[in-house]
T-cell receptor
């Protein structure tokens, strides 16, 4: 199992440019999460999907951010236009929660990708 | 008030001693609690989770949960320099609410 794969690992762009982050979840996982991590705010949930459907996007900071999951093996997070305050590490994570409805004690770990370090100048 | 709160540290503990990490949460609907470890420049990795009041042990790690006090802790026995990392506490709701909310983390340093 290759784990959660994110690309690119590093992205440096100028303010105003469009940025697209990519994620391939672990095969068979039914949940996909996008997190952003900064020193000041820690790890913040931006949006998550269940079976490719967005469930909660209340953490998306503003309309400049959008996320899609066109199929079970691919998701994108897009920032347009980017701003310096968007500089952070963006993590994608996936999990399988399908068994949780059968047992409240079931808990699947969240598998994180290696992250994309975004710098907007 | 953040939903999950941790002391940011840094917490320094001598090698071989017990490290104690604490976390409080505000949402009484939270059902499961997780401890993740994150080395500098790396992604978080799961150490253990707990969902019942009391203690849960896994090797050198013990998680403790007190739902009445809305308090979670992680004890690391026989601390090793390799335990030096940031420890993240996280809370999850019932089935149907799979959102995992993290604290800002506690930076732990084990002093040889």
């Amino acid at each position: 199992d290759a784990g959660v794969i994110q690309s690119p690992r590093h992205e440096v762009t100028e303010m105003g440019q469009e940025v697209t982050l990519r994620c391939k979840p672990i095969s068979g996982h039914d949940y996909l999460f996008w997190y952003r991590q900064t020193m000041m705010r820690g790890l913040e949930l931006l949006i998550y999907f269940n079976n490719n459907v967005p469930i909660d996007d209340s953490g998306m900071p503003e309309d400049r951010f959008s996320a899609k999951m066109p199929n079970a093996s691919f998701s994108t997070l897009k920032i347009q236009p980017s701003e310096p305050r968007d500089s952070a590490v963006y993590f994608c994570a996936s999990s399988f929660e399908g068994a949780r409805q059968l047992s409240s004690s079931y808990n699947s770990p969240l598998h994180f990708g290696n992250g994309t370090r975004l710098t907007v100048t | 008030q953040k939903e999950v709160e941790q002391n940011s540290g840094p917490l320094s503990v001598p090698e071989g001693a017990i490290a104690s990490l604490n976390c409080t949460y505000s949402d009484r609907g939270s059902q499961s609690f997780f401890w993740y470890r994150q080395y500098s420049g790396k992604s978080p990795e799961l150490i253990m989770f707990i969902y019942s009041n009391g203690d849960k042990e896994d090797g050198r790690f013990t998680a403790q949960l007190n739902k009445a006090s809305q308090y979670v802790s992680l004890l690391i026995r026989d601390s090793q320099p390799s335990d030096s990392a940031t420890y993240l506490c996280a809370a999850k709701g019932n089935f149907g609410n799979e959102k995992l909310t993290f604290g800002t983390g506690t930076r732990l340093t084990i002093i040889p």
